[in-house]
Structures are given as structure tokens and as C-alpha cells.
């Protein structure tokens, strides 16, 4: 009986939430924030990522409260909000340590180049900044002299897609380089 009853209040104080009764989303935020810092924890392992996410998580439900459909447990709402914001954190962090890692190979290369007193183009550095699907057709055409057609058929994309890819490049190159 008390479960039931406690189930009504809850609705109840949702209900009011999403109507905009900010006092009653105070109760919802409260009452759900162990259970959502604990669950961080458990997702994220680190104590400083699971308050910080915890956190973010209850601001981006009070902005979204009216968004609240009422189909779910506050709580599951919550987790929910936390769990979306956990992995574009991962991603994010994903992206930067793929970033950080390009940088120290490309500060490697460069420091190889100046120990055998070899030349470093700005072109290189241009280069270095694209995506690797129009630096690898630039470097094998125009560094290694290699044909359209041996390009196409090592990358496996048709001569047109190369084509396309080597003209783009070079038209951001030649803009990257008259800067």
C-alpha cells in the first residue's frame, strides 16, 4: 500500500514538474540523486567524471523538463540524460586523443626531418592537416608520380572519386598555402 501510494505521489509530483511547478521538480532532483551519482560512478569509474556528469545530467533536465513524456520512472529519464551525456564525453575524448596522437606523429616526422637537415615544405604541414582520404591519393600522385588508375585500384574507389579527390585537395592546399 505504501509503494502504491508513494507511485501516486510520484506521478503526481512529475505531473506537476512538467507543468513548470519548480518546486516539484526540486523534490524529483532530490530524490533521484543518489541513485543517478551512483550509477555514474559505476559507468564512469572516476569519482571527478561521475559529480561533473551528475551535474550536467540535472542541469539538462531542469532545461528539459517539459520534454518529460511521462512514459518512464523520473529516475530512468535521468539515467537516460546521463548515460548520452557519458558517451559524447567518450567521443569527445575519443577525438582528442586521436588529434593529440596525429600532432606527436607529425611533430616526430618533422623532428626527424630537421636531425637530417632535410627540408620541411609548408606544403607538408598543409598536408599533414588533411583528412586522410585526399592526402593519401596527393601524396601517391604527386610526391610518387603514381596513375590515376593504380591510385583507384590500391584505395579501391573508382578513378573519378581519385580525380575529385586530388582536384579538391589541391584547390585547399593552393588556399592553405597563398595564406
Given at each position: 500500500m505504501v509503494t502504491t501510494e508513494r507511485r501516486m505521489d510520484d506521478e503526481t509530483t512529475m505531473k506537476q514538474a512538467v507543468r513548470g511547478d519548480d518546486r516539484?521538480?526540486?523534490?524529483?532532483?532530490?530524490?533521484?540523486?543518489?541513485?543517478?551519482?551512483?550509477y555514474m560512478l559505476k559507468v564512469t569509474m572516476n569519482k571527478a567524471m561521475a559529480e561533473d556528469l551528475v551535474q550536467e545530467t540535472m542541469l539538462k533536465a531542469i532545461e528539459r523538463i517539459g520534454t518529460f513524456q511521462l512514459r518512464s520512472k523520473f529516475s530512468t529519464w535521468l539515467i537516460s540524460i546521463g548515460t548520452r551525456l557519458y558517451m559524447d564525453e567518450m567521443r569527445k575524448k575519443e577525438?582528442?586523443?586521436?588529434?593529440?596522437?596525429?600532432?606527436?606523429?607529425?611533430?616526430?616526422?618533422?623532428?626527424?626531418?630537421?636531425?637530417?637537415?632535410?627540408?620541411?615544405?609548408?606544403?607538408?604541414?598543409?598536408?599533414?592537416?588533411?583528412?586522410?582520404?585526399?592526402?593519401?591519393?596527393?601524396?601517391?600522385?604527386?610526391?610518387?608520380?603514381?596513375?590515376?588508375?593504380?591510385?583507384?585500384?590500391?584505395?579501391?574507389?573508382?578513378?573519378?572519386?581519385?580525380?575529385?579527390?586530388?582536384?579538391?585537395?589541391?584547390?585547399?592546399?593552393?588556399?592553405?598555402?597563398?595564406?
Open positions: 516539484a521538480l526540486a523534490i524529483l532532483l532530490r530524490d533521484n540523486y543518489s541513485l543517478l551519482y551512483r577525438r582528442e586523443r586521436r588529434w593529440r596522437n596525429a600532432e606527436q606523429a607529425m611533430q616526430s616526422i618533422r623532428f626527424d626531418a630537421a636531425m637530417r637537415q632535410d627540408e620541411w615544405p609548408e606544403a607538408l604541414d598543409a598536408l599533414g592537416e588533411m583528412p586522410y582520404e585526399i592526402r593519401v591519393p596527393i601524396l601517391l600522385k604527386y610526391y610518387y608520380g603514381y596513375a590515376y588508375e593504380e591510385i583507384a585500384k590500391w584505395l579501391d574507389i573508382p578513378i573519378g572519386t581519385v580525380k575529385s579527390r586530388l582536384h579538391n585537395g589541391l584547390k585547399h592546399l593552393r588556399k592553405e598555402l597563398s595564406q
